[in-house]
Structure formats: C-alpha cells, structure tokens
C-alpha cells in the first residue's frame, strides 16, 4: 500500500477494473461475526482480486470498520457496478455467506453467475484435500501456506474485528481474495472440471441459490420447549450417573461398563493404543448390542446416551445459534460429504430424529414451528436407495413389489426368511457394503452365522450381487466411478472398491433429492410455499394453513416426477414419497 487516500483509491481501482472487463472477480468478505441475517453480525468490508487487460487489481474496500476511516455510498455504488456487469462472473471461498455479506450492504449478486470454489475442489476430488477450506485448498493446489499467523489480527477477529483499521485488515483480506483468483484461474483448466456435464455448474448455482432462500428464511423455534428439555435432560444424566455410580460420558469409565461389566466384545481398537475403541463407529456397534440386552444396566447406558445426544446435538444448540429474530438458520454444505449429500452445521438439522416415544428426543420435532397462519409439511422420499438399488441390478420381483405399492420389507422378509425388523437392518447394512464383522455386530452373530446371512442375500437377489460385482471390479480398474448425473465418485484407495455399489446408490440418491429441491423451489416457492429444510431424503415445507392440502397433492406428484430430472437416465422403478404434517398429531 502506497496511498493515503482509501476513497480516491478504491473509486479509481474500480473504474479502471470495470474498463478492463474483467473475465472473472475473486471476492471475498469481512464480517463481525456469522449470523448477519440474524441480527448478530454485520459485514465491515470486501476485497477483491481480479486480472484483467494484462494487469492484476487487487483491494480491500473498508464500509463499517468501528475504528479508522470509512469509504463513501459512492464507493459502494462503484463496487456494485463492478460486481454486477453482464461480463463478470464471480468466484467465493463461501459463496452462500459472501453473497449474504454483500446484500448485508446493500449490493445484491445472487442473479450473477458465480463459482464456489469448496463445491468447485469437491467436484474435481472430493477426497483431496480433505478439508475444503481456504488455506488447505491453497497449500493442496498452490503448494502456498495460505495465511501468514497474526495472534492479534486472530485476537480481534474472534472478537469482531473491534480495533481493526482498514490499513491493518488490507493484507490479511486481499491475501484471501488473491488465493482465491489463483485457485479458480488452476482448477477451471482441469480435465475434471472441463468436462462436467453441460449444464451441470448452472444446477449448482441454482442449488446454492435455493440454500441462500432456505437460509434467509430460516425456521422458528419453540426456545421455551427446548430450555424446559436441556435443564430435564441434564437432570436425567445426573439421576443416571448416580444410579449406576459411573459417568458414562467417559470413555475409561464407559469400559468399565460395557467390557467389564456387561462382558461385550471388544468391537474396534485404537490403531494408536490398541485400547478398545469407544468412537463413534463402536459406540453405534455397541447401541446396537445394548439393544438387545435386557439388563438394568444397559437400560440405563441407552438412556444416558439417548440424553446426551439430544441435549448436546438439538435442545442445547438451538437455543445457543436461534438469531434474535427468534428463527434458526444452520448452513448447509455442498462440499461436506464424501458421497455428495449436503451436509449441514451450526447446527447439524440431519440428524433431527424421527418422532418417536424416546422421552430423550420424543420432542426434538416439535422444536420446530411454522409461522402463524403456516403449516409445516414434510415430504419423504420412501425406501429412495433401495428402488435405486433395484433399479440398477434388475431385480425384477423386487421391481414388482415397488411397482405394485407393496411393502418391500415385509416381501422381502418371506423371501429372505427373516423378521421384517432384521429384513430391513440387513438391507440397510448391504447397502453400506457389511462384511461379515458388520453383521456379526448388527445381528449379534458368529462370524460362520453372518457368512450365511450374507450368502443368503445374494443367493435370493443374485442380481444385487452382480451389480455390486460390476461396481467393485470399473473402481479396482480405474480408481473411479459414475453417477447417474455424470459426476464422478473418486477412490484414491482402491482397496476400497468394495464400496463402490453404495457410492453409486448414495450418491445418485442425493443427485436426485438435490435436483428435486431444486425442481420443487423454482415450481413452488412463493409467499404460499417455501422451502425450508433438507434432512436426507425429505424435504420439508412452509406452507399456508387454508392451502396445505391443496400443496401436500402438487409436492407429492411433483417429487414422484424422478423422471422429469434426470434426462436420458431412466429408472424402471416406481418412486414413492411420503407427504404428511412435519408432527403428526
């Protein structure tokens, strides 16, 4: 920096940007903190980083900085021009939040065509790097750290950005901004991203667009029903610990309860220790033993979990991130999951639990309330990976099932000679590719036992077993896999080939839920109707109270309409969604 003057330069720099006619404009956004449509946060300024006319622009531009100088309306004005020409395409780091940041000021870019360059990295390679953020695409692509440490510049940004002048912001921002341009300008020549189906980026913008609507609306919370369950919840913990006289929410005491104690198997070591395990992955082996235990003991264990989790992953949070206009606005990802369903943060709203008679998480729905005059409504798509599934192996009896509106669990329990409960856990876990130690831990089984069951499956729908067959043997071959949307499953591990079925299964599952949101906000989505949240296969609405059945009819027929967005790619198999009141009376 060689000025004083921040308003005369930054109105010259984008005069002279707006003449060069830029091809595309790296931007990125400072803000007070996250939640701006909540009223928390607001944004103080914008750098950008473009090439243009053989030369490099780059600059921070300072709006609302609570120490230092400002710039004017006018400043503003030009920045919106620039932003907003018909020849500009702009790239973000975090293209939902920057595009929030920047009508937080008044400039409105949602219309312009834009890139995202976390969703951009994850279509090129969704496992490399593995952590989509700025500074790890930086050093992944570029070979450049990223960011320069500044314990105070990460002192004031933890606390709003307080002190911080423009002069002291301008090389912390524009770093962000130019990483950004260098990024786009790497990955946009890559064979991956050249050849993505046509069409197929112009989705994406629109999937992002559809997020921002869901985000800006939000969905309001019931903050008396959750405080009454945090303060029950925590009771119910403490009633627990003092009854069994060890705090299952420690891992040393958890081995003691379940090893020791209740004499369960070991189900994964730590590769470091070689201590039992008790990470996410076992303890969701050994819910399912406790399951089947009639004990006091493991009653008690399940309870406390059950309790935990509610508390820590629904009641708790909802009340910590609810904006002070008394609505809940989470985030969802377009780069989070390996398979390509969206993720979601701040707070996790996939993992809202069905309604069910648990007294831990019986009311966690309920949480959730429609404006007045609304209604919430939740479509559901029904069995949507197995009829996938089906479609792909040919299984033409369980295609008849399908067809025909019967219930393929309680078919497939005849077929398989099962109990419909362990008909439907062996599907699931098929689907996921379980070997033998899975289904020894799911059914409680030896390993001679699960190698029947397994057998059995396959040799009833040896279709199923071809198809995975297939699927193993095009990722052992070439490291990578197909979807029905024409992006690509990559396995950098080809030992893993063994989960290439359920990749194809999981991800065409979300390419189609995502494109039916889409399909379904553009159709729908007016003062009537809006779309508000994305939980797996289900979609759930706002809709008017006088119209909910006039709508529950056109989001039912048009989510069954599979085939009016996947083109040339047809599925001989009938889809089914269930549609009914978000809580069911």
Known sequence: MIFDDIEAHSQQILQDLLAAEPGFIAVDTETTGFDILGGKS?????????????????AYIPFRHAAGVNVSDKVKSALRKALTASNSELVFVNAQFDIIALENLGISVSDQSFVDIPTMAHLINENKPYNKGLDSLAQYYLKDAGKHKDPELDKEKKLGWPNTTWEQMWPYAVQDAELTWRLYDMLSKTPEWQNLPEGFWAHKQDLMRLLLSMKKHGVRIDQELAANYVRLGNNEMTRIIDELQVNPASPKQLKQLLIDQLKLPVVKKSPRTGAPSFDKEAMGMYDQLLEKMNNPTAKLIKEFRGWQKAVSASYKPYLELVGNDGRLRCSYKTHGTATGRLSCAEPNLQQIPKTSDKPWNGKVKQCFIADPGYVLINADFSQLELRLATAYAGEEDLKQVFNEGRDIFTEMSK???????????????????????????????????????????????????????????????????????????????????????????????????????????????????????????????????????????????????????????????????????????
Not at 42 to 58: D, K
């Open 415 to 585: 077929q398989l000679d099962m109990s419909r409960h362990d008909t439907k856990t062996l599907v699931y876990s098929m689907q996921y590719g379980a070997g033998e130690q899975r289904l020894m831990s799911a059914f409680g089984v030896t390993k001679q036992e699960a190698r029947k069951i397994r057998e059995n499956y396959f040799n009833t729908y040896p279709n199923f077993r071809k198809f995975n067959e297939r699927c193993t043997h095009r990722v052992e071959q070439t490291g990578i896999i197909k979807l029905w949307s024409g992006r690509y499953r990559h396995f950098d591990d080809r030992t893993e080939a063994y989960k290439a079925m359920n990749s194809v299964i999981q991800g065409g599952a979300a390419d189609i839920v995502e494109r039916i949101m889409v399909k379904a906000w553009k159709e729908l989505e007016s003062d009537d109707c809006h779309i508000l949240l994305q939980v797996h296969d289900s979609i759930t609405f706002e809709v008017r109270e006088d119209k909910a059945d006039e709508y529950m009819i056109k989001i039912k027929e048009l989510m069954e309409d599979v085939g009016s967005i996947t083109g040339d790619v047809m599925f001989d198999v009938k889809f089914d969604v269930d549609v009914g009141y978000w809580v069911e009376d």
């Open 42 to 58: 607001h944004t103080i300024g914008v750098s950008f980083a473009a090439y243009a006319s053989q030369r490099p622009y780059s």
